[in-house]
Each structure stands twice: as structure tokens, then as C-alpha cells.
T-cell receptor, first 113, second 114 residues
């Protein structure tokens, strides 16, 4: 059974720092992995989608990498800003049940001005 | 496109009352998902549809929960009777086909059962 974990559960950094959020999954048989952002009281906003054949995706200050063999993905945020404060969730779409994604619990990020 | 639209945004109801949540997926998307989010359990998939047909409802917690998708542009999640432990944020998401496309989420309905 696929399980997705995210460590740390919470992270606080000063503005301007580069940071890395981690996502781990137990079964490497995935089709894709998606990173979401959720602001308090809001829905989920898709940030980046990485197909299993890809190693990374970039959007602005965000870079997501995928290492299927080790069951890991990282979300790199460059030059963090207070507006980046939110909860970041990763979601894995397994190969075996490709209609459903499995979400991690999220990392709550606070960027201190 | 206006994205996935959910209504109402907030719902406060008394225990025992029927609650109906609504969702309009993105036009052309053939998959629709209902999720529930709580602090304790995170995001849980309740049920999903493909081409308006329910495919997997194993996440529906009890018989009090039911979902329908009468056409490609509308779905409902009903709770009858509601209980305080149903209080959560309910999200609807849609996607196209497509293993190559990610999900798009609605803004959610915050349900409070008192």
C-alpha cells in the first residue's frame, strides 16, 4: 500500500532563505507526483506536476525534483518571501490505481519577515 | 474557465439535518473527486466519478453519506442525518483523463454541524 510522508511537519525560516521541503513515498511505481499549496481556509492550488519520466520541473522560484528509485521528491523554494507562508502538500498518483492520488500530510511553512 | 466551483462556501447546520454540498467541475474534465479535510485525518478521498459514473466509494465513511453526478457539469454530496463529527472542509476536484494532467481543486465547503 502506497504511503506518503512529509518531513518536517512545520518549518519556520527568515525571509530570503532558500529552503527545501521533502516528500517520501513507499512504492516507486508511480505515474506522477504533484505539489500543491494551501493557504489557511482556502483550497489547494497546484504548483508543479512531475511525470514519472521526468527528473524535475521549475516554475519561477520553485523547483521540484523527483527520484522514483529512492521514493523521494523535493520542493525547492528560492529566496523565500512572507507570501510563501502556507501548507505545502505532495500527492502521488500510483501506477497500479492510476485514477486516485494519495496525499501527504503537508508541511506548514512560515516565512518570517 | 472559472475553475471548479463549489457551493456553499460555508454551511452551519444542526445535528440531524440534511446537508447537500454542490460542485461544478471544469468543463471537459471527465473525473470528479470528493475529498474531506480535517486536522486529525488530513485529506481523505471519499468518492470519485468517471464520466458521471461512481467508480470507487470505499472512502465514504457511512451510509449517511451519498454522492451523485447526474451530468457532466454537476455533482452533489449529501449527508443525512448530519452529525458533529462530520464537521470538516469538503473539497471537490476534477481532472481530465488523463494521467498526464493534475487535479484542480475547488475552494471547498466548510461544514460545521452543531
Amino acid at each position: 500500500k502506497q504511503e506518503v510522508t512529509q518531513i518536517p511537519a512545520a518549518l519556520s525560516v527568515p525571509e530570503g532563505e532558500n529552503l527545501v521541503l521533502n516528500c517520501s513515498f513507499t512504492d516507486s511505481a508511480i505515474y506522477n507526483l504533484q505539489w500543491f499549496r494551501q493557504d489557511p481556509g482556502k483550497g489547494l492550488t497546484s504548483l508543479l506536476l512531475i511525470q514519472s519520466s521526468q527528473r524535475e520541473q521549475t516554475s519561477g522560484r520553485l523547483n521540484a525534483s523527483l527520484d522514483k528509485s529512492s521514493g523521494r521528491s523535493t520542493l525547492y523554494i528560492a529566496a523565500s518571501q512572507p507570501g510563501d507562508s502556507a501548507t505545502y502538500l505532495c500527492a502521488v498518483r500510483p501506477d497500479t490505481s492510476y485514477d486516485k492520488v494519495i496525499f501527504g500530510p503537508g508541511t506548514s511553512l512560515s516565512v518570517i519577515p | 474557465d472559472a475553475g471548479v466551483i463549489q457551493s456553499p462556501r460555508h454551511e452551519v447546520t444542526e445535528m440531524g439535518q440534511e446537508v447537500t454540498l454542490r460542485c461544478k467541475p471544469i468543463s471537459g474534465h471527465d473525473y470528479l473527486f470528493w475529498y474531506r479535510q480535517t486536522m486529525m485525518r488530513g485529506l481523505e478521498l471519499l468518492i470519485y466519478f468517471n464520466n458521471n459514473v461512481p467508480i470507487d466509494d470505499s472512502g465514504m465513511p457511512e451510509d449517511r453519506f451519498s454522492a451523485k453526478m447526474p451530468n457532466a457539469s454537476f455533482s452533489t454530496l449529501k449527508i443525512q442525518p448530519s452529525e458533529p463529527r462530520d464537521s470538516a472542509v469538503y473539497f471537490c476536484a476534477s481532472s481530465f483523463g488523463g494521467l498526464t494532467v493534475g487535479y484542480t481543486f475547488g475552494s471547498g465547503t466548510r461544514l460545521t454541524v452543531v
